[in-house]
Protein backbone atom coordinates (compact mmCIF):
# COMPACT_ATOMS: atom_id res chain seq x y z
CA UNK A 1 0.00 0.00 0.00
CA UNK A 2 1.26 3.32 -0.94
CA UNK A 3 0.20 5.34 2.53
CA UNK A 4 2.56 2.56 4.21
CA UNK A 5 5.48 2.53 2.03
CA UNK A 6 5.98 5.57 0.68
CA UNK A 7 3.53 8.04 2.80
CA UNK A 8 0.88 8.76 0.71
CA UNK A 9 -2.68 9.63 2.38
CA UNK A 10 -4.62 6.54 2.61
CA UNK A 11 -7.63 6.21 1.05
CA UNK A 12 -10.97 7.83 2.75
CA UNK A 13 -14.21 6.61 2.78
CA UNK A 14 -17.78 7.77 3.96
CA UNK A 15 -19.01 7.32 7.11
CA UNK A 16 -21.68 4.45 7.28
CA UNK A 17 -24.78 6.88 7.21
CA UNK A 18 -27.44 7.09 9.49
CA UNK A 19 -31.04 7.90 9.83
CA UNK A 20 -31.97 11.52 11.35
CA UNK A 21 -32.33 9.45 14.55
CA UNK A 22 -28.54 8.66 14.64
CA UNK A 23 -28.92 5.28 15.23
CA UNK A 24 -30.80 3.91 12.33
CA UNK A 25 -28.51 2.71 9.32
CA UNK A 26 -29.85 3.91 6.29
CA UNK A 27 -30.07 0.87 3.81
CA UNK A 28 -29.48 0.23 -0.20
CA UNK A 29 -32.22 -1.08 -2.84
CA UNK A 30 -30.52 -4.18 -1.17
CA UNK A 31 -30.61 -4.32 2.01
CA UNK A 32 -27.51 -3.46 2.80
CA UNK A 33 -25.43 -0.63 4.91
CA UNK A 34 -24.92 2.63 2.65
CA UNK A 35 -21.32 4.53 3.05
CA UNK A 36 -18.28 2.95 5.18
CA UNK A 37 -15.26 1.53 3.26
CA UNK A 38 -17.74 -0.68 0.32
CA UNK A 39 -16.57 -4.00 -0.21
CA UNK A 40 -17.24 -6.67 -3.08
CA UNK A 41 -19.76 -8.28 -1.21
CA UNK A 42 -21.47 -5.39 -0.57
CA UNK A 43 -21.68 -4.04 -4.04
CA UNK A 44 -22.08 -6.76 -5.86
CA UNK A 45 -24.47 -8.58 -3.45
CA UNK A 46 -25.19 -12.55 -3.42
CA UNK A 47 -26.91 -11.59 0.16
CA UNK A 48 -28.13 -8.98 2.53
CA UNK A 49 -25.37 -8.54 5.54
CA UNK A 50 -27.02 -7.76 8.68
CA UNK A 51 -25.19 -6.54 12.18
CA UNK A 52 -27.29 -7.30 15.44
CA UNK A 53 -26.36 -5.12 18.17
CA UNK A 54 -25.89 -7.11 21.54
CA UNK A 55 -25.91 -4.09 23.41
CA UNK A 56 -29.12 -3.96 25.37
CA UNK A 57 -29.38 0.04 25.33
CA UNK A 58 -28.72 0.09 21.43
CA UNK A 59 -25.94 0.74 18.77
CA UNK A 60 -23.96 3.21 19.82
CA UNK A 61 -23.35 2.31 23.42
CA UNK A 62 -21.35 -0.49 22.39
CA UNK A 63 -20.47 -0.32 18.85
CA UNK A 64 -17.99 -3.12 19.02
CA UNK A 65 -20.66 -5.43 20.56
CA UNK A 66 -22.13 -6.99 17.10
CA UNK A 67 -22.88 -10.28 15.68
CA UNK A 68 -23.53 -10.35 11.93
CA UNK A 69 -25.66 -12.87 9.37
CA UNK A 70 -26.51 -12.31 6.24
CA UNK A 71 -30.00 -12.90 4.21
CA UNK A 72 -28.89 -14.74 0.91
CA UNK A 73 -30.99 -13.67 -2.21
CA UNK A 74 -33.23 -16.04 -3.88
CA UNK A 75 -32.00 -16.97 -7.39
CA UNK A 76 -34.80 -15.04 -9.23
CA UNK A 77 -33.24 -12.25 -7.81
CA UNK A 78 -29.92 -12.67 -8.51
CA UNK A 79 -30.43 -13.26 -12.16
CA UNK A 80 -32.73 -10.20 -12.28
CA UNK A 81 -29.20 -8.84 -10.67
CA UNK A 82 -26.69 -9.77 -12.81
CA UNK A 83 -28.85 -12.13 -15.54
CA UNK A 84 -25.75 -14.98 -15.71
CA UNK A 85 -23.09 -16.23 -13.65
CA UNK A 86 -20.38 -14.67 -16.34
CA UNK A 87 -22.63 -11.90 -15.75
CA UNK A 88 -22.06 -12.31 -12.07
CA UNK A 89 -18.57 -12.82 -12.34
CA UNK A 90 -17.83 -9.17 -14.56
CA UNK A 91 -19.22 -7.44 -11.88
CA UNK A 92 -17.12 -8.99 -9.61
CA UNK A 93 -14.30 -8.20 -11.52
CA UNK A 94 -15.46 -4.30 -12.69
CA UNK A 95 -16.07 -3.41 -8.43
CA UNK A 96 -12.54 -5.50 -7.65
CA UNK A 97 -10.75 -3.54 -10.22
CA UNK A 98 -12.00 -0.12 -9.09
CA UNK A 99 -11.37 -1.02 -5.50
CA UNK A 100 -7.98 -1.80 -5.78
CA UNK A 101 -7.46 1.39 -8.05
CA UNK A 102 -8.89 3.43 -5.14
CA UNK A 103 -6.60 1.21 -2.66
CA UNK A 104 -8.66 0.09 -0.88
CA UNK A 105 -8.10 -3.74 -1.72
CA UNK A 106 -4.38 -5.24 -2.11
CA UNK A 107 -3.66 -6.52 -6.04
CA UNK A 108 -3.49 -10.21 -4.77
CA UNK A 109 -6.98 -9.90 -2.71
CA UNK A 110 -8.74 -8.93 -6.27
CA UNK A 111 -7.27 -11.50 -8.07
CA UNK A 112 -8.48 -13.58 -5.07
CA UNK A 113 -11.95 -12.48 -5.15
CA UNK A 114 -11.89 -12.28 -8.65
CA UNK A 115 -11.39 -16.44 -8.57
CA UNK A 116 -13.87 -17.03 -5.67
CA UNK A 117 -16.26 -15.60 -8.06
CA UNK A 118 -15.99 -17.59 -11.08
CA UNK A 119 -15.45 -20.58 -8.67
CA UNK A 120 -18.93 -19.66 -6.75
CA UNK A 121 -22.33 -21.21 -7.37
CA UNK A 122 -24.24 -18.30 -7.68
CA UNK A 123 -26.35 -19.01 -10.86
CA UNK A 124 -24.99 -21.92 -11.91
Not at 12 to 40: C, F, W, Y
Not at 54 to 59: E, H
Request: charged share 20%; aromatic share 4%; glycine share 8%.
Amino acid sequence: MKWISKGTPPPRAPRIKLEADGKTVVRDANGNAVGGVRSVYVDVPAATVMATSLAPSGVLSNPCAYLGHQLDFAPDNLEQLYGSHNGYVQRVTKEVKRLAKEGLLLPEAAREQIAAARASNILT
